[in-house]
């Protein structure tokens, strides 16, 4: 009899335990379904503030909606940001971002991205599925490369990388950007020339000062319709001949550089009208006469100082000829 009291009580204990556990891990269950709702509560109201945030400071102007954030804190862009994908434009200033989110690849509609002034080291390759895109603006971050990508927004006019200190090279690919016209590649690290900028058909308006630029191309003429050209601050000993044929060049900036001599073939460049090689260590001492008073602006080292060095350069070699003679 007492055996069968103590299985009895023994059954009554396990299923006692049993039950226990059961209300327990029902609990821990139920809790943790309370601390998942909670979750996606806070997640959903935490995504409304942001979005309320970023949408006082979209701005309308003349029919374009623009994403303006200036001097604020946004390290990384939200993914509620995708709601918005009607934005035409992002201006988005000395905020720290440090990226450029692949979800960029949703806003079809965008034309401008300024993301200028950041601190952003690499950019996605889904920007190149930005078809309309049309300016790319990303001078002053930490680019260390171009990604071929870009080759793809065929409509990509303006392109500004300026002040990347590492950025070296660029991939070929992007001399299939036929309506690039305007490209500041200045305050980088270029060693080369970049091959990819030769092949831009459109190409008018180039930056590549403040580099390292040894050389320029022999085929630098390629460039046909290129007006502004700025190469000041490099390391350039000498230019080619070809620069000549550049016939649609207004304007050439070549201060600050280690050139010894002006080509000859320059005096032709009939649409040059603003040219600068002050502080550079030109073998001939050529001075231009002091002007007037109303004279006193022109540049000293300008379109007319070249002319003058180009003649005196011939003067003196043919003197030099004639005494050979």
Known sequence: MMAGLIT??????????LWETRIKQKREELHKKESGAISRLTGVW??????????????????????RLEKED???????????????????????????????????HLVVLD????????????????SRLREL???YNRVTSIPEELACCENLEKLEVAMNRRLSQLPPQLSNLKKLHHLDLSMNNFVDF??????????????????????????????ENLHTLWLQRNELE?????????????????????????????????????VNFRDNPLTLDVELTKGTADDEDREMFGHEFM???????????????NQHC
């Not at 945030?53 to 909606?65: C, M, P, Q, S, T």
């Not at 970049?194 to 040894?214: F, H, K």
């Not at 016939?247 to 050139?259: A, D, Y």
Request: with cysteine; charged share 20%; aromatic share 4%.
């Open 115 to 130: 993301l200028s002034r950041n601190n952003i080291s690499k950019i996605p390759t889904e920007i190149g599925r930005l």
């Open 137 to 139: 603006l990303l001078s």
């Open 238 to 274: 000498t230019l080619p001949d070809n620069v000549s044929q550049m016939q649609s060049l207004e304007t050439l900036v070549l201060s600050s550089n280690q050139l010894r001599d002006i080509p000859s073939v320059m005096e032709g460049m009939s649409k040059l009208r603003f």
């Open 307 to 321: 002319l003058l060095y180009i003649q005196e350069a011939r003067k003196r070699g043919n003197a030099a000829l």
């Open 46 to 67: 935490e995504d409304r503030i942001v979005l309320a945030k970023l949408n006082d400071r979209i701005v309308n102007e003349e029919g374009r909606l623009i994403l």
């Open 74 to 108: 946004w390290k990384t862009l939200p993914p509620a940001l995708v709601k918005l994908t009607q934005l035409q434009e992002w201006q988005i200033h000395r905020c720290g971002l440090q990226d450029i989110p692949p979800f960029i690849c949703r806003f079809h």
């Open 194 to 223: 970049p091959d990819a900028v030769l092949g831009l058909p459109a190409l008018q308006w180039l930056d590549i000062a403040g580099n390292s630029l040894r050389a320029l191309p022999t085929d630098i003429h390629r460039m």
């Open 8 to 17: 009895c009580s023994g059954s009554v204990s396990a299923i006692k335990a």
